[in-house]
């Protein structure tokens, strides 16, 4: 892509502020603990991988900013950056898989000084960005394999390394089926209200990836109208029976594929699988702020008093769900194609 994504700065993360995209390609620096977390709760920073690596180095930032301190003083420091960094997000199931993993090593690790702490932490956050990017490559590898040559795809969202800091889920696998030639062309929903359709179209448009950019409301007509083989989307949280989470308008374009005869194809890494999860009704679904659909950039297109319904995310059942694509293979879902 040529913009780093993050980017580990000796002692601080520098971030791209996926805001600002794709008009302006602007860089912020993180060197506090809330920094991190109010990237992630504004979407500077967005997608269930990213979010669960930003989220490490966050907790890594608040051991290293600490570690001249007494233990006990770091410790509190360490669990309040955990504390503060898991009230962020409530669906992406990344996130608290990766604070689990740093409080593992905080909790491992007690007799040591809080600077040998500090740099097990930081290590055990670049591990988690380092098994990430692994991980999209094998996914990249084992998705593209469904898609037959010059076809058409549908994504929604943005899976690509916006998503993740390393190839993508989704994207990454439309990306590596584009090398393989049996991409010709990507369909990218609009994904409202925070448009970050926008991003995928960035990501494709610097890889050189032909893509159209469409409305959302124009999923159904697209595909009676053209011929597209799969959609192809990411997974904040998939839970045991095969449910699956993802950004608002995936449910929707699920029952037209279905509709249409059109592969649906959910791309996630392992540590998004949710085995704790039973089934989608128990994932606790984001409500954001009303003003993201009142509000077209800064301007208001609704009065503040009209009342808005505002989910991040929605539930795709299993039995509308073709393959599931992981680093580790591919599996079939509960639809017969």
Known sequence: MGVPVISWK???LMVLDQTKLPLREQSVDLTKPEE?????????VR???LIGIVAAYGVAQAAL?????Q????????????ESLAATR???VNLFWALKRMQAVLDDNILRSPAKHALALLNEAKSIHREQVEADRAM???????IPRNSNVLTICNTGALATGGEGTALGVIFEAHRQKRVKRVFVPETRPRMQGRLTAWELHKGRVPYKFIPDTSVGALLSREEVAAAIVGADRIAANGDVANKIGTYQMAVLCARHGVKFIVAAPRSTFDAGCP??????IEERDGDEVRKVGRCFVLPKEYLVWNPAFDITPRELISHYVSEDGVESGGRED
């Open 10 to 12: 000796n002692d601080y």
């Open 36 to 44: 991190y977390a109010r990237a992630i709760r504004d979407m500077k």
């Open 47 to 49: 997608g269930a991988p």
């Open 65 to 69: 900013n600490s570690q001249n301190e």
């Open 71 to 82: 233990f006990a003083e770091f410790e509190k420091h360490v669990r309040r950056a955990l």
């Open 90 to 92: 409530p669906t992406a």
């Open 140 to 146: 990249a590898m084992n998705g593209a394999a469904l």
């Open 279 to 284: 089934t989608g009704n128990d994932i606790t």
